[in-house]
């Protein structure tokens, strides 16, 4: 039998981010799997955004159990993803950066005030720099 929303002005055929609290909580309550799949991807779209934060927000007071767990997991790991794409991206910003400024690693790193080191470490994307760095570095690299 397909879920059906009860006391809601939606169905589970309408786009997610328009579904109030009550039908998100229907669908991990008593949804299965492919009840689950457009809240799920919802949730990868965006993973701070409404229907991300009304599931956490249920789950925080929701008994515990494998169906929490795997929502709880699911939003982490779709932040997850897009802070490492973006990490990922600034990465690749200061590598445009250095390789515009025709200089060295060493010899961009001192113009921006940093170590040659730590900037080794921004281009590999294992840390972000500031964002008042950023913008030196990209100030810098034009």
């Not at 589970?12 to 039908?23: H, I, K, N, Q, R």
């Not at 779209?45 to 927000?57: C, L, N, Q, T």
Request: charged share 25%; proline share 6%.
């Amino acid at each position: 039998m397909a879920l059906q929303f009860r006391n809601v002005d939606v169905s589970p055929g309408d786009e997610v981010s328009t579904w109030p609290y009550e039908a998100l909580v229907t669908v991990i309550d008593r949804g299965l799997v492919p009840d689950w799949q457009p809240v799920l991807a919802e949730i990868r779209r965006s993973p701070w955004g409404p229907v991300a934060r009304r599931v956490e927000r249920y789950l925080s007071y929701r008994d515990p159990d494998g169906v929490g767990t795997f929502f709880a997991l699911a939003i982490d790991r779709a932040r997850a993803d897009v802070d490492s794409a973006a990490r990922a991206e600034v990465a690749a910003r200061v590598r445009a950066a250095v390789e515009r400024s025709g200089l060295t690693n060493a010899q961009f790193a001192a113009l921006i005030g940093t170590s040659a080191s730590r900037l080794s470490t921004y281009l590999s994307g294992k840390v972000t720099p500031s964002a008042s760095m950023l913008v030196r570095i990209e100030t810098t690299g034009t």
